[in-house]
């Protein structure tokens, strides 16, 4: 390579952002021309002298032009620094529109939070974990779609959701998730019922045999149930809704099967009764869901942290 060369400075071939000085370097050319001080520009960006030596000497190396006159008296541009100040000025410009609008974007998507939930989260859960984000986020508007799995799964892809919460037993194809939470499954009657007087607990077949009180199909806990029983009957009745199927359960309808989340009330009051069952494990787990590849943020972020707290 001749001298010549040498002195033409960096080529034009590569990446434009190995050419190009990043915004950092450019704020600390800029602080110099204002200044007139080496030091007072570095102590303006709050980084030592050493530093901002080290970042004019780095970039005029990859300019390939002098861009700083330093003396006793102080620090002035070149010609080809005050040339390059008028550039990095435009650039730097651009980068703040840039801040703003992002901002503007963050701003927007922060002022709202949708939310799906199946029912027994939306009802049991979720209440007092969105108390909690209003504390941290009071200017959030947060909107609330209860359904099934299967529903809050349709949500989240068409993107009318920005979280979801689900109970089933596989997590929706499309939707990435982390378990919250832990559940169990148990089986009620109402006092009067002849299953809240057995001596023996309830077999696994016989559950499976009976007609029960259920949810609707996509429902996770339905999924659960059947799941663990290899099949059910046909069910008594079919709600869609847990708090359905609990008010029919304590009407002497017929058996039942709840979340423990959901009866603790009337256990406790003895409006329904828990039926012992052998032979099957309903315990499952309930998770946070979103479109796969776009973990939460802003809004949902935090609230999927505070499932975990």
Not at 54 to 72: K, N
Not at 79 to 103: C, K, P
Not at 186 to 210: C, D, F, K, N, Q
Not at 267 to 286: H, I, N
Request: no cysteine.
């Amino acid at each position: 390579m001749s001298n010549t060369d040498e002195q033409a400075g960096p080529s034009s071939a590569g990446s434009l952002a190995h050419r190009v000085p990043d915004l950092g370097a450019l704020e600390l050319l800029l602080a110099v021309a204002r200044l007139g001080s080496l030091g007072g520009a570095a102590r303006e960006l709050g980084i030592t002298q050493p530093a901002a030596s080290s970042r004019v000497r780095s970039m005029e190396r990859q300019l390939g032009v002098a861009l700083v006159d330093r003396s006793p008296r102080g620090s002035r541009l070149t010609d080809a620094g005050a040339l390059v100040t008028d550039w990095a000025r435009r650039i730097v410009e651009a980068a703040e529109a840039f801040d703003v609008g992002a901002q503007a974007l963050r701003d927007r998507r922060d002022s709202r939070l949708r939310v799906a939930a199946s029912m027994t989260i939306a009802e049991y859960l979720l209440p007092g974990w969105l108390l909690a984000l209003r504390a941290q986020r009071p200017d959030t508007a947060v909107s609330l779609h209860a359904g099934n799995s299967t529903v809050v799964a349709e949500r989240l892809l068409s993107d009318e959701a920005d979280l979801g919460f689900v109970e089933g037993l596989t997590v929706p194809t499309g939707l990435d998730s982390v378990v919250i939470a832990h559940d169990r499954l148990i089986v009620v009657t109402a006092p009067g019922h002849a299953w809240s007087r057995r001596r023996r607990a309830l077999e696994a077949s016989e559950l499976a045999a009976t007609p029960l009180i259920l949810r609707e199909k996509g429902s996770g806990t339905r999924q659960v149930l059947d799941a663990a029983l290899g099949g059910l009957a046909r069910p008594l009745i079919e709600l869609s809704s847990t708090t359905a199927v609990k008010a029919a359960a304590v009407s002497g309808a017929g058996p039942a099967v709840l979340s423990e989340l959901a009866v603790g009330e009337e256990l406790a009051m003895r409006r329904l009764v828990r039926v012992p069952v052998e032979g099957v494990a309903l315990a499952r787990d309930l998770r946070a869901v979103w479109p796969t590849g776009h973990r939460p943020t802003g809004p949902a972020r935090d609230l999927l942290s505070l499932t975990r707290g």
